[in-house]
């Protein structure tokens, strides 16, 4: 029986594989640079000032020529003439010459002469003030050495240098860069627009009165949410009834997305009908793979006109199976479309704390909760692991993998686990 299933179903590698040898990186788009996030850059940066773009203080206190305070100490201060303040922002009125001083905040221009800044704690600026001696004057009571608290122009970035290359994902500080040297807007691959479908008699959406012998649909809402997660645009299409006419209409509204995630229809039952209507619509790949949950996976391309097809993956209908579906294939095929040279499922080595059966020779991915004790990973259940089990989910950050040739997983084992949720208590 295990060798007839195992001819019958595709392994996860394979399965992969097909998928993302038929998904190609979309075209860039030339986006607003706040709306970039997580986005995948499709040009150099290269900057056309320098940062900073003059040399300015690093405190607030005076710009001087440090030559004139060799000789300072708070027994013997050196007295300077202030002829000045400059505040970031603002442009130097005047400049420093031997014996005078410009006062000075964090970030203004250095004046012309100066060569240092004093800060502060080394004046006697708050005497003066506290005695409403103004300062006009200013002691110095510490000597200083040239370019002390001075930020050198370029010091961060030279005019010319590239500050990201093509193929970044942008971070935070990557738009921070992006800003810093003025850039508004920049080309990235463009964000997949993802159709999801739901199909089946029983669903009706959440919010209307339950009635009998139906189910909310919780497919589209949390596929939707995954696409979201991976960095798509999810579109929900709402539900398709067990029927051909029903399936072909909400398909036809899926052909201007980039994808079409569906879930359910897709196994042997009289009424999965949702790989028939596609197979006639465009071709199928697979439709079975060896895991556990989530085998009745489908993939193919739907045609749209003559050498034009969008992507299909056809999830089961069971919530956890489509959840499960979406992590190994689904996050994997959009982050591909959205120029990503690998998705791998970061992954630690935990040891387990309860058991994993697999009865069928497929590979399992046990849910599981993983915890760090001491440096060491751990993996426990979280429960009952039927594909229906919502919650099952709900507890878990992981997904323990229990490989097709192995029957049993023992308390107390080495288990791979994907993390599908990292915590910072973790590293």
């Not at 442009?91 to 005078?100: K, N």
Request: aromatic share 4%; glycine share 8%; hydrophobic share 40%.
């Amino acid at each position: 029986m295990h060798k007839h299933t195992e001819e019958s179903m595709l392994s996860v590698e394979t399965a992969l594989s097909k998928v993302l040898e038929l998904v190609d990186p979309l075209e860039p788009e030339l986006s607003s640079v706040q709306n970039t996030l997580g986005q995948v850059l499709s040009e150099d940066i290269a900057s056309n000032i320098s940062l900073p773009p003059f040399d300015n203080s690093a405190m607030d206190g005076y710009a001087v020529q440090s030559s004139d305070t060799s000789a300072a100490s708070k027994t013997s201060p050196v007295l300077l003439k202030v002829v000045g303040q400059v505040s970031a922002g603002e442009l130097p009125e005047h400049s420093v010459s031997p014996g005078t001083a410009i006062r000075i905040m964090t970030g203004a221009q250095v004046p012309k002469g100066a060569n240092a800044i004093v800060p502060f704690e080394d004046t006697d600026e708050n005497d003066r003030i506290n005695n409403t001696t103004g300062i006009s004057e200013i002691n110095i009571n510490t000597p200083s050495i040239p370019n002390a608290h001075v930020r050198p122009a370029g010091q961060d970035v030279l005019r010319g240098t590239t500050v990201l290359r093509k193929g970044t994902q942008l971070r935070p500080p990557d738009i921070s860069i992006i800003a810093s040297i003025g850039i508004d807007k920049v080309r990235v691959i463009r964000r997949p627009i993802v159709s999801i479908l739901s199909t089946g008699n029983e669903l009706t959406e959440p919010g209307a009165p339950l009635s009998k012998g139906l189910i909310y649909d919780s497919n589209s809402y949390g596929l939707a949410a995954e696409v979201k997660r991976a960095g798509g645009i999810p579109q929900i299409l709402g539900i398709a009834k067990d029927n051909i006419d029903s399936i072909n209409h909400k398909i036809d509204q899926s052909l201007s997305s980039d994808m079409l995630i569906s879930s359910a229809g897709v196994s042997k039952g009289d009424y999965d009908m949702v790989k028939n209507v596609l197979a006639l619509r465009g071709k199928i790949e697979f439709w079975s793979v060896r895991m556990r949950p989530a085998k009745p996976f489908a993939f193919g391309l739907i045609k749209i006109s003559r050498g034009k097809h969008i992507p299909h993956l056809g999830f089961p209908g069971n919530p956890v199976s489509s959840m499960v579906a979406f992590a190994q294939f689904g996050k994997a095929a959009i982050r591909k479309m959205m120029g990503f040279p690998n998705s791998n499922i970061p992954t630690v080595e935990a040891i387990l704390e309860d058991g994993i059966e697999n009865i069928d020779g497929r590979r399992v991915y046990a849910r599981v909760i993983v915890t760090k004790k001491n440096g060491t990973y751990y993996a426990r259940s979280t429960g009952y692991q039927g594909s229906n089990i919502i919650t099952s989910m709900v507890a878990a950050n992981g997904l323990a993998i229990c490989p097709e040739h192995v029957n049993h997983m023992k308390a107390g084992e080495k288990v791979c686990v994907q993390m599908l949720d990292w915590e910072e208590s973790f590293f």
